[in-house]
Structures are given as C-alpha cells and as structure tokens.
T-cell receptor, first 110, second 115 residues
Framework: DGGITQSPKYLFRKEGQNVTLSCEQN?????MYWYRQDPGQGLRLIYYSQIVNDFQKGDIAEGYSVSREKKESFPLTVTSAQKNPTAFYLC?????????FGSGTRLTVV | GENVEQHPSTLSVQEGDSAVIKCTYSDSASNYFPWYKQELGKRPQLIID?????GEKKDQRIAVTLNKTAKHFSLHITETQPEDSAVYFC??????????????FGTGTRLQVTL
C-alpha cells in the first residue's frame, strides 16, 4: 500500500510490557523515520535512520528503541520506560523527492 | 534545532472561498518546505513543496509562498471544495543536495470547508 507498510493497524499494550511496531518499505529509500502523532501536537520525531546499521535519536526518543538491520525494515519498540505511549505512530521513508508515510499504528495502553 | 510554528490551528471557510495557512521557522539553514494533507484516520500525503531557491510555486488551486528573509512560508488554497477539508501540516528541513533529511513539522491546521 503506497510502498510502505506498517503493522499492526491497532495495538494494545499492558502496563510494563514492551511492544514492537513494524515498518517495511519497498521504495529503495535509504532514509526511514518514526513519528508520533498526538492531538494538537503535530508530528514529533522519535528516531530516524539514513543508512543501514545507523540511526539517530529524534526529539522524543526516551522510552523507545529501533534497529536498522535491513534497508527495507525499521521496527520501533515501545518499552515499558515510555510512560505515556498511547498515540498514533507513523513511519516514513524518504529520498530527495520527499517522504512517503505508512498508514500508521494506533497504540493504546490498557 | 529547528522549530516550526503554524497558524491558525483551525480554519473554517465557505466553499469557493480562499484559505491561507501560515508557518514560521527558526533555522536559517532550512531550505526545503513541504506541505502535507491528512484526512481523518489516514496517512499524511505530500501536496506541494518549495525549495529555498524560489519564492512561489503553484499547482492548480494550491500555491505556496516563501519569504526567506522573514523565515515564513504560507499555503494558499483557492476555490475551496468540501474535499479540501482535512488537517494540513507544514514542515521544514535543511537538505543537502541529493539526500533526504529529517523534517520538523508544525502542529497542524484543521481546515473545514462548509457548503
């Protein structure tokens, strides 16, 4: 769907549990990004990676971790250290022409 | 780091009227300014972008203007239609030639076009 796929669409997390959000792209983009979207706060950058095996923290990296073992994949783990994880998570990949976003994962703490 | 402010947060216009959304940025090194449209429950989609070497760009009913001296850029939608109703985000980045770079987003404008 649009070359970048996020799964699952909905995810429920219990207190103290780690969960992993999947992001896969077949656009051959070097760069990939994770954003968090909360009502009224726009999109805030969590982590980004511009090349395989390398990634950098964004503005709100605390409580999150990522890996970039393959060009196509950039999974995000929401750890138990993230105290307010309920949000809409968007993955994107990009090149000089711009970003392509995935359809998002809505994470809810139960 | 870059900081992008966006106004207004909500905008209601009648069908056929024009809509203007304004953004300011803080980093003078920023040179790429895209605009995204997000419909309810869907992913953001790029609608238009502008680079720092031009002052205005137009695509049918949508135009973007950039004032680098004042560090602000604006989205103009003319002859608005109900399907223009959505949340619009501006963004800014400093992009080296031939590379992608991280975008800093504004907080969004919810546009409602009424009949």
């Amino acid at each position: 769907d649009g070359g970048i796929t996020q799964s699952p669409k909905y995810l429920f997390r219990k207190e103290g549990q780690n969960v992993t959000l999947s992001c896969e792209q077949n656009l051959n983009h070097d760069a990939m990004y994770w954003y968090r979207q909360d009502p009224g706060q726009g999109l805030r950058l969590i982590y980004y990676s511009q090349i395989v095996n390398d990634f950098q923290k964004g503005d709100i990296a605390e409580g999150y971790s990522v890996s970039r073992e393959k060009k196509e994949s950039f999974p995000l783990t929401v750890t138990s250290a993230q105290k307010n994880p309920t949000a809409f998570y968007l993955c994107a990949s990009g090149d000089i022409k711009g970003y392509t976003f995935g359809s998002g994962t809505r994470l809810t703490v139960v | 780091g870059e900081n992008v402010e966006q106004h207004p947060s909500t905008l209601s216009v009648q069908e056929g009227d024009s809509a203007v959304i304004k953004c300011t940025y803080s980093d003078s090194a920023s040179n790429y300014f895209p605009w995204y449209k997000q419909e309810l429950g869907k992913r953001p989609q790029l609608i238009i972008d502008i680079r720092s070497n031009v002052g205005e760009k137009k695509d049918q009913r949508i135009a973007v203007t950039l004032n680098k001296t004042a560090k602000h850029f604006s989205l103009h939608i003319t002859e608005t239609q109900p399907e223009d109703s959505a949340v619009y985000f501006c963004a800014a980045s400093s992009r080296a030639t031939g590379t992608a770079s991280k975008l800093t987003f504004g907080t969004g404008t919810r546009l409602q076009v009424t009949l």
